[in-house]
């Protein structure tokens, strides 16, 4: 049984403060810790139990009365019953609470913060600024002054999204935006939290109208040895024995002396779609822009966007009368979208003047491809085009990974090569390789909706030197990843970024930090397809699944809010 404490203080002799969210419970107020107690009242029980049967078998053999007692019986009566209402009271408080506490709760009503008590909370609430542990899962203290404009946003008189630029205070424009969902909808956001979160760094570039943030663990996974240096690899995920199972992969990469890595191409790309009144006008256009006498020109007109663009080439396809321009730009350190979208309006509108009967229909048309998965990313690539390989010794196979190298070497002809064949896969020729994308993308700021493209990815594997040792590797056309602009700006991204020494656009040489990383996301998905690959060979993938991905935790006895 547990009530909740009182307001956190400090005490004078300099003790920890302790939170709201902790418990007190009847086990405190024993003068010895519980597990002393409890044996002291069991060796209690026993021992009267067993005097006083000997005793009354003595009285009956001499025919004295039962209810004739001496001192040492009375003391003895006295301890059993005390030890017997000490016993009931330790086993049976729990079973009648089971049946009292989710009535007792339910009585506060959903939008009572004591019904909410986890034992594994993903926050470490002793770790947050005092005003975060005490709110951080709760409804903030809103003044008369919000509550006037809580009504205006409820009745619809201020625009939700105005909130920002009319209090100037981001922070309390998402609480009274976060209130007023929550009255209009009738649902509580007591479970997601509020505090702890610099609203101010994702006004007008991350995330409009924020009412709180989702938290994602984050594990580590490596050392990751690639091209001669170690990394430790942040995954952001929810998916268990994902982080465990790329760091045994990272582990038989170590041990066979690491992975190597090239970058084979690097530019972003953007297709605008425009149409004429006749597909022989389309065709001068393509022919035009194909022209490698004109390409120097309308490079100049497109480097204006920014010092880092870098016009590489213009690829052209028609459709009748219509023309899809396919840009590719090198874009520095940052992914480049925005880059090589500002370039391409600028060389429309530098064509405008030649091609004055153009209609421009669309900056996208959908040919470049972004956030689709398109053959063109995977033949042309997108991003940065990445080869890494390894080999791995066959001791390591057998250790580490648990299998054979003949085993992997069927196995992923069968699955990852014909089954991905016979299932009409676009660029799917891999066992999980967008599990590891996606989870270091959210980690560090890049876009998750370009996972898919950027998954798309081709593991080969064969057996080398006379058959003993295995050669592995991934070839990944579209990494798109960036370490400016964006979520990489973001406190919690910026550090994962900054564990892999990648954080913010390099100095010396443009560039260098975004192809480093998409070198590191080829080296971790190496890493993820080795362990998958032998944990399906060696029969170990349901196994492992339900040690580590199945919680043990009784959620009946957990009590959410309505």
Not at 279 to 286: C, M
């Amino acid at each position: 049984m547990a009530v909740r404490r009182r307001p956190p203080t400090a005490s004078a002799a300099g003790e920890p403060i302790k939170s709201d969210n902790q418990l007190l419970k009847a086990s405190d107020a024993l003068p010895l810790p519980l597990y002393l107690t409890n044996g002291l009242f069991f060796t209690l029980f026993f021992a009267v139990a067993y005097f006083l049967l000997n005793r009354w078998r003595e009285k009956i053999r001499s025919s004295t009365p039962l209810h004739v007692v001496t001192l040492s019986e009375l003391a003895a009566l006295f301890s059993l019953f005390a030890s017997i209402i000490y016993l009931l009271g330790f086993f049976g408080i729990d079973f009648v609470q089971s049946f009292v506490s989710p009535n007792s709760s339910a009585a506060h009503g959903p939008w009572n913060d004591d019904v909410v008590v986890r034992q594994n909370s993903s926050v470490n609430l002793t770790a947050l600024p005092s005003s975060a542990t005490s709110a951080a899962y709760e409804s903030p203290a809103l003044s008369a002054d919000d509550e006037e404009i809580i009504k205006s946003v409820v009745d619809g008189t201020t625009p939700s999204y105005s909130l920002e630029s009319t209090l100037g205070d981001c922070r309390r424009a998402a609480a009274i935006r976060r209130e007023a969902l929550q009255r209009t909808t009738g649902s509580s956001l007591d479970g997601l939290p509020l505090e702890g979160f610099d609203y101010e760094a994702i006004l007008g570039q991350c995330c409009e109208m924020p009412v709180g943030y989702v938290q994602i663990p984050v594990g580590v996974a490596g050392p990751l040895l690639i091209d001669g240096e170690e990394y430790t690899v942040p995954m952001a995920t929810t998916e268990g024995c994902l982080v465990a199972s790329t760091n045994r992969g990272c582990k038989a990469i170590l041990m066979s002396g690491g992975a190597r890595s090239v970058v084979l191409k690097d530019g972003m790309t953007r297709a605008p779609v425009v149409r004429f009144s006749s597909a022989a006008r389309a065709a001068e256009l393509k022919f035009f822009v194909e022209d490698l006498l004109n390409f120097d020109t309308l490079a100049v007109v497109f480097n204006r966007s920014s010092r880092f663009a870098k016009l590489q080439r213009i690829q052209c396809s028609i459709a009748g009368k219509n023309v899809y321009m396919r840009f590719t730009c090198s874009t520095g350190d940052a992914m480049g979208m925005n880059m090589v979208s500002k370039g391409v309006q600028n060389v429309l509108d530098f064509l405008q003047s030649d091609f004055t009967d153009m209609d421009i229909i669309g900056i996208s048309g959908n040919f470049c491809s972004d956030k689709k998965p398109a053959a063109v990313n995977w033949i042309e690539g997108r991003g940065k085009s990445v080869v890494c390989e390894a080999v791995i010794k066959e001791e390591v196979v057998r250790k580490v990974l648990k299998t054979n190298v003949a085993a992997l070497v069927e196995l992923n002809m069968l699955k990852n090569l014909t089954g991905s064949a016979l299932a009409g896969a676009l660029g799917g020729f891999n066992a999980h390789a967008s599990n590891i994308v996606a989870a270091i993308y959210i980690a560090t700021g890049q876009d998750p909706a370009q996972n898919v493209e950027s998954s798309h990815c081709i593991t080969m594997m064969e057996a080398i030197n006379d058959g003993k040792d295995l050669h592995v590797s991934v070839t990944m056309p579209s990494i798109e990843v960036g370490t400016v602009g964006g979520g990489t700006q973001l406190a919690s991204q910026a550090a994962c970024l900054n564990l892999l020494g990648v954080k913010g656009a390099s100095r010396d040489s443009p560039g260098s930090n975004s192809r480093k990383l998409a070198t590191i996301v080829a080296g971790s998905v190496l890493a993820g397809e080795l362990s998958l690959m032998s944990a399906i060979a060696a029969g170990q993938l349901v196994k492992s699944h339900m040690k580590y991905n199945r919680s043990s935790k009784d959620v009946s006895k957990l009590v959410c809010p309505s």
